[in-house]
């Protein structure tokens, strides 16, 4: 949903002759196709299976992001070669990550309990890394982008300020309870577990956060030789 919003705003700003085209796993989230503008197109595709013949050497600009639970064994490349795949030769990447290994919380009064909300911390953990690797690839994604002979224009962290703490807590917070109430029952009672994240709820609006650093990464493809 959150790359559809940008495509649909970018086209709002491009002309009309700019293609836009969105892809996720699943198209559960996908707005009515005749809410879209005319070049938008939104479908389904699996970033890591072998990429369509049609698709190959297709794009100028490739955009991708929030993959950190998606890449195995601590190894984006299999991932990046197949996003090198969709661009045309000079393609630009952008690729946005939160840097989830460094989760925390944050209080602005230690007074204020944060119990709950460090179960849901442990909870999104658990649930992006369960292996325990370190996601260090998140962080170093320029370093990534140099093994395949790309040109890294930029490798920016941008911590979550204070302003938007409250928000982003909030987001998180419905990202777990859509996953519970999906694709992923709570081992403790439905009641438990819905208590502890009322409780955590409440101490969201005490001030208590999680937070994390976003990282934008971009890089563009190397010219045909």
Request: aromatic content about 8%; proline content about 7%; hydrophobic content about 45%.
């Amino acid at each position: 949903m959150r790359f559809s919003i940008w495509l649909i705003e970018l086209a709002e700003k491009l002309p009309s002759t700019a293609q836009l085209d969105g892809f996720d796993i699943s198209t559960a989230q996908f707005p009515a196709r005749e809410w879209l503008p005319k070049n938008v197109n939104l479908t389904n595709l699996n970033a890591l299976a072998p990429i369509p013949e049609h698709l190959i050497g297709k794009y100028d600009i490739v955009h991708i992001g929030l993959f950190v639970s998606i890449v195995q064994d601590d190894d984006p490349l299999p991932l990046l070669d197949n996003l090198l795949l969709l661009l045309k030769p000079g393609g630009y990447l952008q690729w946005d990550e939160g840097d989830l290994g460094g989760l925390y919380r944050s209080s602005p009064n230690p007074s204020i309990s944060h119990a709950s909300i460090d179960k849901i911390r442990a909870k999104i953990i658990e649930k992006v890394n369960p292996k325990n690797m370190s996601l260090d690839w998140v962080c170093n994604l320029d370093k990534f982008f140099a093994r395949r002979n790309m040109t890294v224009l930029a490798n920016e962290h941008y911590p979550i300020r204070d302003g938007i703490a409250h928000p982003w807590t909030l987001m998180q917070l419905m990202i777990i309870a859509e996953q519970i109430r999906l694709i992923d029952p709570p081992r403790e009672s439905v009641d438990d577990w819905w208590k502890g994240y009322r409780d955590a709820a409440e101490e969201v609006a005490q001030g208590v956060s999680i937070r994390t650093d976003m990282i934008v990464a971009v890089g563009r493809k190397p010219e045909a030789s």
